[in-house]
C-alpha cells in the first residue's frame, strides 16, 4: 500500500501503550505510519497533508498537554474530534478506533458527511495482533472497492510536488517575487491579489500538464459503470460554477438575484470592478429557458414527456446547448436553488446588457460564480454578437463557378 496512514492518538508514543505497540505492528508492514499525538497538531496535519491513504483516529482523544510553550498561563482551547471532523474536508478513509461503542447518533451525524468513507472500531487491548490485522484488512479493502479514489491521490501527490519546485524556482530567481508581481499589477491597473493567484495557477497548471505519472493514470483510467443523470448534472453544475464563500471578493463571473425571477452574472473586468460606480451585468429570468423552449422547438416543458419523445425529436433539442445561435446563451444545471439541478439558464444577447449601480448591487450576490473558462466564453460570444459585421450575399453563379 503506498501513501501516508495517520495515527492520531494520544498515547501512541507512549512506550508500552497498546497504542504504541499497535503502532510498530503497523510500521512492520512497511506502511508510512505518521504518528500524530496531540489533537492540536492533528488539526494542523489535516491542513498540511493534502492527501493521506487513511487516519486512524481516537474517539477519546484527549489533548493533555494544553498550555502554549512559552506563555504560562496561556492554554489552548479544548477540541474533540468530533469538532474537528465537523469542519474538515478530509478525501481518505477516516478509521475511528475507540475505546467505547460511539452513538447512534453521531454515527449517523458523520455517515451523511463523509459516508462510505468514515468507518468504525472498538479498541481490544487484548488482541493487538487480531487488531492490526483486521485494521490492515479494512484499509485495504476500502482502496479495493474505491479504486475510482487512486487518480486523485496521484492528482494530489503531483500538485504537492509542483507547488514545492514551483515556489523553489520563483525563490531562486526573486526572493521578492510576490511583491513584483504585486507592484506590477498595480501599475498596470489590476487587481493585484487575483494576479498573484492567477500567476501561479498558471505556472503550477503548465507544470501538472507536463506530470507523466499523472498523465499515465488518467490515460490508462477505465470503467465500465454507467452514470446517472442526476449525478452527471451535480458534476457539471461544480465543473461550471464555484461556490463563494461570504468573504469573497467581487469576481467576473459572479451570480446575482435581483428578485424572485430576475438573476445577473457580471461581466465587468475584475480590474474595474473598484473603480466604477457601475457593474454591467447580463439579466435573465429563470423562466427563460422554459419559454424559449416552448417558442424555438414547440417544446412545452413540465407539460409534455420528454423521455417519450421520438430520438430525432430529441436530437433537435438537445442542439440548443451547442449555442450555435449567435444572439443566445445557455449554461445548464444552473444554481437557481440548492437541490435542483435540471434547470438551465436562458441568455438573450439582445436584451440581456444592463448596468446597475454597486450600490445597489449590495445583499444581491449569491453565493455562487461562473467559472473559467465559461465566464470567458460567456464575455466573448456577447462581444461577439455585437461586434458581427454583415456583408452582402454573393451570386449563386459564383458559388457554383468556384466549386467546379
Known amino acids: 500500500m503506498e501513501g501516508v496512514v495517520v495515527f492520531a492518538d494520544n ?19 512497511s506502511y508510512s505510519v505518521l504518528p500524530v499525538c496531540s489533537i492540536h497538531d492533528l488539526e494542523s496535519t489535516i491542513k498540511a497533508i493534502s492527501t493521506f491513504k487513511a487516519m486512524i483516529l481516537d474517539w477519546n482523544f484527549k489533548n493533555e498537554d494544553t498550555e502554549i510553550e512559552g506563555f504560562e498561563g496561556v492554554e489552548l482551547p479544548n477540541r474533540t474530534p468530533e469538532q474537528i471532523l465537523d469542519v474538515a474536508d478530509i478525501y481518505s478513509l477516516i478509521y475511528i478506533y475507540s475505546e467505547t461503542e460511539l452513538g447512534a447518533d453521531i454515527k449517523t451525524k458523520l455517515q451523511q458527511r463523509y459516508g462510505q468513507k468514515v468507518q468504525f472500531k472498538k479498541k481490544t487491548p487484548g488482541a493487538i495482533d487480531e487488531d492490526a490485522t483486521a485494521i490492515i484488512k479494512d484499509i485495504k479493502d476500502f482502496e479495493d472497492a474505491n479504486k475510482h479514489m487512486d487518480i486523485p491521490f496521484v492528482w494530489s501527490h503531483a500538485i504537492n510536488q509542483s507547488v514545492q519546485r514551483i515556489f523553489y524556482e520563483l525563490e531562486k530567481a526573486d526572493p521578492h517575487w510576490i511583491k513584483e508581481i504585486r507592484d506590477t499589477a498595480e501599475k498596470d491597473g489590476g487587481e493585484p491579489t487575483s494576479e498573484i493567484i492567477d500567476v501561479f495557477h498558471h505556472i503550477l497548471n503548465e507544470s501538472l500538464i507536463q506530470n507523466k505519472d499523472l498523465r499515465t493514470a488518467l490515460d490508462e483510467y477505465t470503467c465500465e459503470e454507467s452514470g446517472i443523470e442526476e449525478n452527471t448534472a451535480k458534476l457539471y453544475r461544480r465543473i461550471y460554477y464555484s461556490q463563494l464563500t461570504q468573504d469573497a471578493p467581487i469576481m467576473t463571473g459572479d451570480i446575482f438575484k435581483f428578485g424572485n425571477e430576475e438573476y445577473g452574472i ?139
Do not use: M, W
Open 266 to 404: 457580471l461581466i465587468t473586468p475584475e480590474c474595474e470592478v473598484n473603480k466604477r460606480e457601475l457593474l454591467d451585468f447580463l439579466i435573465f429570468k429563470k423562466s427563460g429557458i422554459n419559454e424559449f423552449l416552448a417558442k424555438n422547438n414547440t417544446y412545452n416543458r413540465g407539460k409534455e414527456d420528454y423521455t417519450n419523445f421520438r430520438p430525432s425529436r430529441k436530437d433537435k433539442i438537445r442542439k440548443v446547448f451547442n449555442n450555435e445561435e449567435l444572439s443566445i446563451h445557455i449554461l445548464p444545471s444552473f444554481p437557481f436553488s440548492e437541490e435542483t439541478y435540471n434547470t438551465s439558464a436562458y441568455i438573450n444577447f439582445k436584451e440581456a446588457f444592463t448596468s446597475i449601480k454597486k450600490v445597489d448591487c449590495d445583499n444581491k450576490r449569491t453565493l455562487y460564480k461562473l467559472n473559467a473558462p465559461y465566464i470567458h466564453q460567456l464575455r466573448q460570444r456577447y462581444v461577439a454578437f455585437f461586434g458581427k459585421y454583415g456583408v452582402p450575399a454573393i451570386p449563386q453563379g459564383l458559388r457554383d463557378f468556384n466549386l467546379k
Open 11 to 29: 498515547k501512541v508514543l507512549e512506550v508500552d501503550s497498546f497504542e504504541n505497540k499497535l503502532f510498530n505492528k503497523l510500521k512492520e508492514e
